[in-house]
């Protein structure tokens, strides 16, 4: 009897399985309801846009094909291949550089005093929450004089840079969860701080560094302003900033956007995918706490 | 971001958008139009979009912020006696208070920085209808090449922002005491 009391009752907190028919009923209607737009834009990229043009939601001639993606990614004016390309060549070590400098950044906040402590970790959240547009122009002018400006470099810097400050802050904050006591039986074994740091609490903190490196990625992916404003080379472009490019001067062409737009959002999913099993925990480092 | 503007010109286009197939269902066909070519529905348009695209991440960390409610605490509340409507208000809303300062302060900086979504969807167009601070700097920078007034936009945007910064590193500070 007790455990029957205990247990909340069929139909979860509101009582009549009715009720939670209905209750099902209406979050399954706004998740299909959310979720259309990514169906219209994946159904318009793999059929033919005669098939499209009166909504992608009349399915009676149904022609499967690849043109439009084929069309994209070949495209002679932008190809949505080298764009791809060229994401992934600026991604990936804007990934690799931030993550590796802001561990080190994040643990002695983490775990050292030292002077102003308090008020270079302020100064960090002020720059998590500046907006791109306030540092564009002094980059961009000292890009320029750095002859940087319009190279992979020059873009691998900036998000390298931009990334640091909240990276810092996600991992300081994973690492504060992390137990004392394993670095300190390190310590008393005798290992310096550069062992404990690489042999005890990177290994520890996996997940959470598996995390921030995901982010990470999709956010640089996912990034249009600083591409737009310091790269402009057809050749250099990436893959955000050829997607309005394809969009054509009076009609949009429908089927080549919709191809890219899938094409785009490819890789952050397939990203999070991968890497899902190791950043379950890692989010523990979203976690507000001082 | 960009990919979630034209998903948004494409969910209000007059042909394609499902938004439109909507109206029409429900019967206001006057309002079943690409509503991002017209100044009095862009903004609108690029506002509802923006609810749209913002939902998914606010599910998420409320999902992260309901799953991490003990569960005793509802339990020992339906012991008492307590009714849906106590429990959702009383017990589960105040746990979630956190997470909702979070949501409420990323989605109002964010959106105060808007930009991807409304270059993607209207340019600010049509004639000025949806500008927004983000992209005048833009526009005052690479297209006019008008480089102080452009630092003014920036500087004012900022400056737009700063209440919400510092109420949200006032957050940050006290969470852990």
Redesign the interface.
């Known amino acids: 009897m007790r455990k029957r009391?205990?247990s909340?009752?069929r139909g979860g907190?509101?009582?009549s399985p009715l009720k939670w028919l209905i209750a099902n009923v209406i979050a399954w209607a706004i998740g299909i309801l959310?979720i259309?737009?990514?169906i219209?834009?994946i159904m318009?990229s793999i059929r033919p846009f005669s098939e499209?043009?009166?909504?992608?939601?009349r399915i009676h001639p149904f022609t499967l094909t690849l043109k439009n993606y084929i069309d994209t990614l070949f495209n002679p004016m932008f190809s949505l291949l080298r764009g791809f390309i060229n994401s992934l060549i600026i991604a990936v070590p804007s990934t690799i550089i931030p993550v590796m400098l802001a561990a080190l950044g994040a643990y002695a906040f983490a775990r050292f005093s030292f002077p102003l402590k308090n008020y270079l970790f302020?100064t960090m959240?002020?720059l998590m929450?500046?907006?791109?547009?306030?540092t564009?122009?002094p980059i961009?002018f000292m890009l320029n004089n750095m002859r940087l400006l319009n190279t992979y470099l020059g873009l691998i810097l900036v998000h390298s840079s931009w990334g640091i400050p909240w990276i810092t802050f996600f991992l300081r904050n994973y690492f504060l969860l992390l137990p004392k006591e394993l670095e300190e039986i390190a310590r008393v074994d005798g290992a310096t701080n550069k062992q404990i740091f690489f042999k005890v609490v990177l290994p520890l903190s996996l997940p959470g560094i598996v995390s921030a490196s995901v982010l990470q990625f999709a956010w640089v992916w996912?990034d249009?302003?600083f591409a737009?404003?310091l790269i402009f080379d057809p050749d250099k472009m990436v893959i955000?900033q050829m997607?309005?490019r394809l969009k054509g001067q009076y009609q949009?062409d429908?089927g080549l956007?919709?191809a890219g737009?899938v094409l785009?959002?490819l890789m952050p999913l397939i990203v999070y995918a991968v890497f899902n099993k190791y950043y379950i925990g890692g989010?523990r480092g979203?976690a507000?706490?001082? | 971001?960009?990919?979630g503007g034209?998903?948004?010109?494409?969910?209000f286009?007059k042909?394609?958008g499902?938004v439109n197939?909507f109206l029409r269902i429900m019967g206001l066909n006057w309002l079943a139009r690409s509503w991002t070519i017209y100044p009095d529905t862009a903004l609108l348009s690029l506002i509802l979009g923006s609810v749209?695209l913002w939902?998914?991440f606010t599910v998420t960390l409320y999902s992260?912020g309901l799953a991490s409610i003990p569960r005793e605490t509802?339990?020992a509340a339906?012991?008492d006696g307590a009714d849906?409507k106590t429990?959702?208000f009383k017990v589960i809303v105040p746990q979630l208070k956190?997470v909702t300062l979070?949501v409420i302060a990323m989605t109002i900086?964010w959106d105060l920085?808007i930009?991807?979504i409304v270059?993607?969807s209207t340019m600010g167009g049509p004639g000025g209808a949806s500008m927004v601070?983000?992209l005048l700097?833009?526009d005052y920078?690479?297209r006019l090449q008008d480089?102080p007034m452009?630092?003014t936009?920036?500087?004012i945007?900022?400056v737009v922002?700063l209440p919400?910064?510092i109420y949200?590193?006032r957050?940050?500070?006290?969470?852990?005491?």
């Open positions: 009391i205990l909340v009752p907190l509101l009582g959310w259309l737009p990514f219209g834009i318009t499209v043009v009166a909504g992608w939601w302020i959240l002020f929450a500046v907006p791109q547009q306030m564009i122009i961009f996912n249009f302003f737009l404003m955000t997607l309005p949009v429908w956007l919709s737009s785009a959002m989010f979203m507000m706490k001082r | 971001m960009i990919v034209l998903l948004i010109q494409f969910s286009d042909d394609l499902v197939l749209w939902t998914g992260a509802i339990e339906i012991i849906f429990i959702l956190p979070t900086l920085k930009f991807d270059y993607a601070l983000a700097m833009y920078f690479a480089y452009s630092a936009a920036a500087t945007l900022t922002t919400v910064v949200w590193i957050v940050i500070f006290k969470g852990g005491e």
